[in-house]
């Protein structure tokens, strides 16, 4: 890492700890001394707490832009803070991402209002839980009795992924998304016979999604520009190579997902082409 490259990193990391995240276009937002997970902070509209399938995020009147409300609770900001405590040691920022994710569960009590709307969100949510985990690891935050406490909230993300995985219209990087959230989910945090089931499962879906979304070079069959991050940022951050899932989890990887050289020689050519498109 240069030094560019490091002081950019602590400058979006202190900002991170300031509460101060991206919003789309709207740019650094700040979310004040403790994040409002269920507030949408540029329509200023507080989502309600109501059974989530019946929060309607299309209805500006009740929930504001619904992916303004989405944004800072997929938690993309934690492993950015992971990354800081590696890179500095301080356990500041590993504590403000324990913080950020024990705010989120008391303030997002299950099956209720926005958060749990959506199955892609709760998957990019898990997928960066993950990852921040993986990274704060060493600051010795991670106790057994918090991972306990932790664990049925991580279940519940998996089962509501799993038993709506999307069809339809949704399902080209929606689907990536989600079996990518439960796949990663369960390699780090499951440990029981159900867990590796879905793992298995998650597997075969990413397999079977890779290979009908993507031509034999690499190359998306459904093109769309808007879309393509989706797949091209959560395919290898997903854990397919398991660094992410820790050793433990990479070890179930390895169990759940058979070494199959066709298949990786396919994401093998299908990186190298999406890099190429993103520089054209």
Request: charged share 25%.
């Amino acid at each position: 890492m240069s030094e560019a490259q490091r002081s950019a990193l602590l400058d979006r990391a202190e900002r991170a700890l300031r509460n101060e995240l991206r919003l789309f276009g709207h740019g650094y937002v700040d979310l004040g001394p403790e994040v409002q997970w269920n507030y949408e902070y540029v329509a200023q509209v507080e989502a309600p707490l109501d059974f989530a399938p019946a929060v309607d995020y299309r209805d500006y009147r009740v929930s504001g832009d619904a992916k303004i409300a989405w944004e800072p609770s997929r938690h993309q900001h934690l492993p950015l803070l992971g990354r800081a405590y590696r890179v500095t040691g301080e356990p500041r920022f590993a504590e403000k991402a324990v913080e950020q994710i024990e705010t989120w569960i008391a303030q997002c009590p299950y099956g209720r209002g926005l958060q749990w709307r959506s199955p892609l969100e709760l998957a990019i949510r898990v997928i960066n839980w993950v990852v921040a985990c993986s990274l704060i690891e060493p600051a010795g935050l991670l106790t057994a009795a918090r991972r306990a406490q932790w664990q049925p909230v991580i279940e519940r993300h998996v089962w509501e992924i799993a038993r709506r995985y999307s069809r339809y219209s949704s399902a080209n990087n929606h689907r990536i998304g989600e079996a990518a959230g439960v796949l990663i989910a369960c390699a780090y945090f499951g440990d029981d016979r159900r867990a590796a089931r879905r793992l298995r499962q998650s597997w075969r879906i990413l397999q079977a999604e890779i290979e009908r979304q993507t031509h034999p070079d690499g190359w998306q069959r459904r093109a769309g520009v808007r879309l393509s991050p989706v797949r091209d940022g959560v395919l290898p951050a997903g854990g397919l190579g398991g660094a992410a899932a820790g050793r433990d989890g990479a070890g179930r990887l390895r169990r759940a997902t058979p070494a199959d050289g066709a298949f990786r020689g396919r994401l093998a050519r299908r990186w190298p082409a999406a890099a190429l498109r993103r520089s054209r």
